[in-house]
């Protein structure tokens, strides 16, 4: 299994990015996948997820502003970042458990500037 993500980079605040991941070398469309991140000096947070019978989780922190979706024939699952501020600064990874084992994605930075 490999996760690519992709998508970050450095926006002003208020701004959007969507970010993607590519999911290769699994049963996508069976699989639960999430999206985390970690900012410098923090433990890394569950920002959303999503089943395969399309049912969304959100952090606290991001509801009404981020939004995750996925498609099953590409094998992508993608977060919209929307209303970026200074404080969604961090690495984003997407993540899944599949087959009893856990996959990361390698992280895409989000850097959001005030």
């Known amino acids: 299994v490999q996760l690519q993500a992709s998508g970050g980079g450095l926006v002003q605040a208020g701004g959007s990015l969507r970010l993607s991941c590519a999911a290769s070398g699994m049963l996508f469309r069976i699989a639960t996948m999430e999206w985390y991140r970690q900012a410098p000096g923090e433990q890394r947070e569950l920002v959303a997820s999503?089943?395969?019978?399309?049912?969304?989780n959100y952090a606290d922190s991001v509801k009404g502003r981020f939004t995750i979706s996925r498609d099953n024939v590409k094998a992508r699952v993608y977060l919209q970042l929307n209303s970026l501020q200074p404080e969604d600064t961090a690495v984003y990874y997407c993540?899944?458990?599949?087959?009893?084992?856990?996959?990361w994605g390698q992280g895409t930075l989000v850097t959001v500037s005030s």
């Open positions: 993540y899944t458990k599949y087959g009893l084992r856990q996959y």
């Open positions: 999503i089943t395969s019978g399309k049912d969304t």
